[in-house]
């Protein structure tokens, strides 16, 4: 059957697709056809059930409808995520009125913002524009991802706050939930399962050959170094990634109360296959 998949420009994303998307890793019931879009284009699309499968923040599940979480595939911090950067130091009371800007009001990183610090002040704008907005003084903040993450300090940046210490700290270590996959529920649930097995043996077949996997996501480097990209994909492209189990599946459990608790998202059905 022909499907259609959402993936984003980013490496981790690019490194467990690779297997797949480059015919290495194939099945006998999937034909596949791939888009690229940043994740909160991928996170929009989702909301109006525009795609089969797609990469999507785990915040953004709490919109969707008509769709089951993979349990492959799944971008897990151990110990690390999002952080808040400025050109100076701020402190968290000054920091709550304050400009952040946001990559996307659906990423997992601005309602893990939100659950750490509370309601906010913030502006959304394209990820990787986050960092120079913030040291030009657009903004008095940032909430970076992705890359900026690894880069900040050449911008002249003072992180200020460790959002992925924070949720390790505390829930007892469980895993940072930020980017997960989605299958829509119209193809059932055995042909979801037998799909996230076949995504499962993609990511897989890219953890076994981590040089070539590393050349195929180099395309969607953005200009950075391939040390920078190989830093970047094995800190999201872990165990949990190849199978969420009981820790990772607990982490998103935990996101959705801890929202509903603070009223931060609305009470929804969680499916994850």
């Not at 903004?139 to 959002?163: F, N, P, S």
């Not at 210490?165 to 829930?171: H, K, L, N, P």
């Not at 820790?247 to 935990?254: C, H, S, V």
Request: proline share 3%; charged share 25%.
């Amino acid at each position: 059957m022909d499907i259609t998949i959402g993936h984003t420009p980013d490496a981790d994303d690019a490194f467990m697709f690779y297997g797949m998307l480059s015919g290495k890793v194939t099945s006998p019931l999937f034909n596949v056809k791939h888009i690229v879009e940043d994740i909160e284009t991928l996170n929009k699309r989702a909301v109006t059930h525009d795609l089969d499968v797609t990469a999507v923040s785990a915040h953004a599940c709490a919109y969707l409808k008509d769709y089951t979480i993979l349990r492959s595939g799944g971008s897990f911090g151990k110990g690390y995520g999002p952080i808040v950067v400025s050109k100076q130091e701020i402190s968290i009371e000054k920091l709550r009125g304050s400009k952040i800007a946001i990559p996307g009001k659906l990423t997992s990183a601005f309602l893990l913002l939100e659950l750490m610090i509370g309601k906010f002040d913030y502006v959304e704008m394209k990820f990787s524009d986050i960092p120079d907005a913030v040291a030009s003084g657009q903004v008095d903040a940032g909430l970076v991802i992705h890359e900026g993450q690894i880069t900040y300090e050449q911008k002249g940046l003072t992180k200020l706050l460790d959002v992925g210490s924070w949720w390790r700290d505390s829930t007892g270590g469980l895993p940072v939930p930020l980017g997960v996959n989605v299958m829509s529920n119209h193809f059932g649930i055995e042909t979801i399962k037998k799909f996230d097995e076949f995504f499962r043996e993609s990511i897989i077949y890219g953890m076994a050959r981590p040089n070539d996997a590393l050349d195929y996501a180099m395309q969607y480097g953005r200009g950075q170094s391939k040390d920078l990209i190989d830093q970047f994909v094995r800190m999201y492209v872990n165990d949990v990634t190849i199978e969420m189990g009981v820790l990772g599946e607990q982490a998103i459990r935990n996101l959705f109360q801890f929202g509903i608790e603070k009223g931060l998202v609305p009470e929804f059905e969680l499916r994850i296959a």
